[in-house]
């Protein structure tokens, strides 16, 4: 009776459409029932807190049991979350322009908000930075990013016309110059490792379990959790997975490309198609100075212990593009990126178990 009752539930809040679509697919791929691959979601969705995107995306229907429990699911990223983040300063890491100001020896470059500052100081920003970025405070899978370079005809008055049209409320940002062998790979993007921190106190505790007026007092630990490669593609100026980039795992100790890189679509790529460039065993230069920066600046809002910090390398050491206050589960565990079929929950195990 509890199953049915589950079940029900999920229902009445999930896309059924999108939920049959995913359906048909696995039914056409594997010739499961479309029932019993029905049911198995369900399954996976009570016992590991996968969604249907998540049974799809790590092929579930293809692992055993004990696999399952290996991988980190929708489900579980959101108990990460609710565990190590306190909401009330997730306001840092949603705002780009908050983010930049708390974070501003991190980010290295110059920027502005727009709609806060006088016109004198944007067109002065413009006329300083030839070629910069246009980016929505409150934007997300680098929708809404544009590249912009002035040239010799352009009106400064008719982009800063532009810049508030239709009540937009975005920051400028200097464009961040590209380490040269970042760039061999893919020079139209700034191409990015995310690094995944948890910071705890001792033994692994979250911070948010320990009375505030303790906290100063505990002896803070950064975890690194995941490393991947963020790759531009496609001419577009950014490396977002979801905005037509690729991924490809980083040896977290080392800063190595240990795979192919791999697109939304699922096509791998032993060299970058546009570039040539080989991406498995591409070395970043300055890795450990990259951790070191995550490293320290986890510390500096503790309470938001889980994040996914984009670091770009530049010729004079690494620094941030931005962070993410709700880190993506989906990148770090891709089927061609495990052919082991074991998740990354191991990666956990600092944890304290309570």
Known sequence: MGNIVYIIKRLKTMDKKAMQEKINSIHLKTGKSKFSIFMDMQ????????GYMDYDLYEMYNLTDEQRNTYLTRGRNNELVTKYCDKSVLHYFENKDEFNEKFEKYIKRDWIKVNTASKEKVMEFMEKHHTFMIKPIGGGCGKGIEKVKIKQDTSLEELYDYLLQDNKNVILEEVIMQHSEVSKIYPDAINTARIVTIITGKDGVSLLTIPK???????LEVHIVATYFRIGNGGRCVDNFNSGGMVAPIDKNTGIVTQVALDKQKNLYEKHPQTGSAI?????????????????????????????????????????????????HDIYQLPEHTPNKIGMMSEFDFIKKK
């Open 43 to 50: 399954k996976c969705a009570r016992k590991y807190g996968a």
């Open 213 to 219: 007026e303790e906290r100063n007092h505990q002896e």
């Open 280 to 328: 498995k065993g591409f070395q970043f230069p300055d890795w450990q100075q990259a951790l070191e920066l995550c490293r320290q600046a986890a510390k500096e809002i503790p309470e938001m212990g889980y994040i996914g910090w984009d670091v770009a390398f530049t010729p004079n050491g690494p620094l941030f593009v931005e962070a993410n206050e709700f880190p993506g």
